[in-house]
């Protein structure tokens, strides 16, 4: 069991340094530029600047096959996924969020933004450590509740200490999957870079549904399988991390969607779904 779990950080690392370094080449191996100039350690990092750049970068994507080949030995769960990634969370999310996907994210502002009404009732399908209360808070958008929902204690626990003392913010612990959502009606029900992680994708969008007032939004977030080369290179990474690419005829059997925008990066093609409640 501690084997398997040391296989699954050293793969983590591995594979993650080798797919940055892949990226973003010397700037990434920069970072890592400290310690004694004489000692070992930053001896290394210094040859490895010397290397020309396509022959650091042939080293990363072998570093990261290697990385993906220990991990697949030890495949995570969502849960064990982020209670490793938890304490990491802060520091790569940017990742995504302002360097891979930024208009993807800057369009989700404004979305959400223009979707909730001032003292609106918010619920937020696996909040992580609250992103999207983030958004909410700098938009200035005059909420009356949001309620974030999330599978892992630890990204809750991040969550709830980082928005300690604010009265109309809730975190619960729950699975998607498994549980009844939060009781109540909610004027927008948004969802972040979550349904990857979900098998049935549809049976949370429709039990959502239920929850959504007349008149209110669905506004979510995640990456769809295409038939592009890069898709289906992502859709092997996927799996390591207890995800998967969601179909296009899964989107599709969505109910009451309004809208759909697509967005090309290195993870592949994201969509942001707005999915209106008729006000009856
Ligand atoms: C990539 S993080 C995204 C967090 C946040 N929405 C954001 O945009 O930063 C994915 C989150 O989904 C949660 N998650 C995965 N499967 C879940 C499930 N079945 N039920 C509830 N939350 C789940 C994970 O615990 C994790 O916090």
Redesign the pocket.
């Known amino acids: 069991m501690l084997n398997k779990q040391i296989l699954r950080i050293i793969g983590v690392f591995i594979f993650f340094d080798g797919l940055f370094t892949l990226i973003f080449g010397k700037k990434f191996v920069r970072l890592f530029r400290f310690g004694q100039h004489s000692g070992l350690y930053r001896r290394a990092i210094e040859g490895l600047l010397t290397w020309p750049s396509w022959a650091l970068r042939a080293g990363a994507a072998v570093e990261a096959v290697v990385g993906m080949a220990l991990i697949r030995k030890a495949p995570m769960d ?1 849960q064990s996924l ?1 209670r490793f990634f938890a304490r990491y969370y802060a520091f790569i ?1 940017p990742g995504w969020r302002d360097w891979f996907y930024r208009r993807a994210h800057s369009t989700y502002d404004l979305e959400i933004a223009s979707r909730l009404s001032p003292g609106g009732d918010v619920l937020d399908l ?4 609250g ?2 209360l983030s958004r909410l808070l700098d938009l200035n958008v005059p909420f009356g509740s949001y309620t974030g ?4 204690p630890e ?1 809750l626990a991040e969550a709830r200490k980082k928005f300690k003392g604010q009265s109309n913010v809730h975190f619960q612990h ?4 498994k549980d009844p959502l939060p009781e109540g009606q909610f004027d927008l029900i948004t ?4 349904f990857e ?2 098998e049935d994708p549809k049976q949370v969008v429709d039990k959502s549904w239920e929850r959504l007032k007349p008149g209110g939004a669905m506004v979510l977030l995640f990456i769809i399988s295409t038939d592009t080369f890069i898709s289906r290179l992502i859709s092997r990474i996927y799996p390591f991390f207890s995800a998967r690419l969601i179909r296009e005829d899964e989107l599709q059997a969505f109910p009451g969607i309004q809208s759909i925008e697509r967005f090309f990066g290195p993870l592949g093609e994201l969509v942001l779904v707005t999915l209106s409640k008729p006000i009856e």
Do not use: R
């Open positions: 969502a982020y999310d696996g909040c992580g450590q992103a999207n929902v999330d599978l892992s990204m729950l699975d998607l999957e969802s972040t870079w979550v992680h979900l």
